[in-house]
């Protein structure tokens, strides 16, 4: 009868001291950030903070389907938006859960116009220096190339098979502070202190289509892979309204029209910016939202005027622009 009854203790004791050992493993515990940040196509790495998780089993989801089932997430985002994510850690000792939000959102390069290569492409001077103009017969080599960035590009349009700047292009450009003047000597210069957020280049355009012209002003991604262009700065320059001044009414208008291109040569969309209306000028760095012209390789800068004479357009095509945004 004692050896029964010692027994039943030793097994009760048994039973007691495996409950006891059941008790004594922890709970698991995760912890997020409320949010993180990420880049559509780029990949993205979470690691969340641990405590006694181990040989547990993760479950990552999103919009409840699951996307990973490592203790440290890896996924890449294809569209831009702000993406709810949930974990789930389950081991022995119980289950954590937590959640975030991802906001996901484009890779952006923005071309400036700053640095040595952009400076040494400033002619002086700003009608008839060697870098624009040359000879003023043979033509010239003028053109630039955001290499690495956002891959942006332009040369001088042709005409006679002479690429000379009055034919039309994008020139780079630091005169500032030039007061409004109908010179054309001075086509380069901006009656601004400086470029776009005070940064010491720009860029100005020039040319405009007409019955003895097709050929205007243009940029082009040069790696031949169509692009958002987010935006850019667009200001009047001083020859130009300089000539408004004289020429312009309070009915009279000036407007950009913008024209993307796809590789084949086909209109991916168009958009408008006016350098004047109803007889005001613009005369600070104002945003053009670019987003309408799809993903263009090349995009086509146009000028159209109500100020015309016999021979057509009588306003100078000109406008300088800084900071072009682009989604990468």
Same mark, same amino acid.
């Given at each position: 009868? !004692?050896?029964?009854?010692?027994?039943?203790?030793?097994? =009760?004791?048994?039973?007691?001291?495996?409950?006891?050992?059941?008790?004594?493993?922890?709970?698991?515990?995760?912890?997020?950030?409320?949010?993180?940040?990420?880049?559509?196509?780029?990949?993205?790495?979470?690691?969340?903070?641990?405590?006694?998780?181990?040989?547990?089993?993760?479950?990552?989801?999103?919009?409840?389907?699951?996307?990973?089932?490592?203790?440290?997430?890896?996924?890449?985002?294809?569209?831009?938006?702000?993406?709810?994510?949930?974990?789930?850690?389950?081991?022995? *000792?119980?289950?954590?859960?937590? &959640?975030?939000?991802?906001?996901?959102?484009?890779?952006?390069?923005?071309?400036?116009?700053?640095?040595?290569?952009?400076? =040494?492409?400033?002619?002086?001077?700003?009608?008839?220096?060697?870098?624009?103009?040359?000879?003023?017969?043979? *033509?010239?080599?003028?053109?630039?190339?955001?290499?690495?960035?956002?891959?942006?590009?332009?040369?001088?349009?042709? &005409?006679?098979?002479?690429?000379?700047?009055?034919?039309?292009?994008?020139?780079?450009? !630091?005169?500032?502070?030039?007061?409004?003047?109908?010179?054309?000597?001075?086509?380069?210069?901006?009656?601004?202190?400086?470029?776009?957020?005070?940064?010491? !280049?720009?860029?100005?355009?020039?040319?405009?289509?007409?019955?003895?012209?097709?050929?205007?002003?243009?940029?082009?991604?040069?790696?031949?892979?169509?692009?958002?262009?987010? &935006?850019?700065?667009?200001?009047?320059?001083?020859?130009?309204?300089?000539?408004?001044?004289?020429?312009?009414?309070?009915?009279?208008?000036?407007?950009?029209?913008?024209?993307?291109?796809?590789?084949?040569?086909?209109?991916?969309?168009?958009?408008?910016?006016?350098?004047?209306?109803?007889?005001?000028?613009?005369?600070?760095?104002?945003?053009?939202?670019?987003?309408?012209?799809?993903?263009?390789?090349?995009?086509?800068?146009?000028?159209?005027?109500?100020?015309?004479?016999?021979?057509?357009?009588?306003?100078?095509?000109?406008?300088?622009?800084?900071?072009?945004?682009?989604?990468?």
């Amino acid at each position: 009868m !004692n050896r029964i009854i010692k027994v039943s203790l030793a097994a =009760a004791a048994a039973v007691i001291l495996a409950a006891s050992c059941q008790k004594e493993i922890p709970a698991p515990t995760v912890s997020l950030n409320q949010s993180y940040e990420a880049v559509i196509g780029e990949e993205f790495t979470l690691t969340p903070v641990y405590e006694n998780c181990d040989n547990a089993i993760y479950t990552w989801t999103l919009n409840e389907e699951v996307i990973g089932e490592e203790a440290t997430l890896t996924y890449t985002f294809e569209e831009a938006g702000i993406f709810p994510v949930s974990l789930s850690v389950e081991t022995e *000792g119980g289950i954590a859960t937590a &959640s975030t939000q991802i906001s996901v959102s484009y890779k952006y390069a923005v071309l400036t116009f700053e640095g040595e290569y952009w400076d =040494a492409l400033v002619d002086d001077p700003q009608y008839g220096g060697p870098l624009l103009y040359g000879d003023m017969v043979s *033509g010239v080599d003028y053109s630039w190339y955001d290499d690495g960035n956002t891959f942006l590009a332009s040369e001088l349009c042709e &005409s006679y098979g002479a690429a000379i700047y009055w034919n039309g292009g994008h020139a780079i450009s !630091n005169y500032v502070g030039q007061e409004a003047t109908g010179d054309y000597t001075l086509q380069l210069a901006i009656p601004l202190e400086s470029g776009h957020d005070g940064s010491k !280049n720009f860029c100005v355009h020039n040319g405009y289509k007409s019955g003895s012209s097709i050929a205007t002003g243009y940029f082009y991604f040069k790696d031949g892979v169509g692009r958002t262009i987010e &935006s850019m700065y667009v200001t009047n320059t001083s020859y130009y309204l300089g000539s408004f001044d004289v020429l312009g009414t309070e009915t009279d208008w000036t407007k950009i029209t913008a024209t993307g291109y796809d590789a084949e040569g086909e209109v991916t969309g168009t958009s408008e910016f006016y350098l004047s209306k109803d007889g005001e000028s613009v005369n600070e760095w104002t945003l053009w939202d670019l987003t309408g012209l799809g993903a263009p390789v090349k995009v086509e800068f146009d000028i159209t005027s109500s100020i015309v004479n016999e021979w057509g357009m009588a306003i100078p095509g000109y406008f300088a622009y800084d900071d072009v945004t682009v989604r990468m």
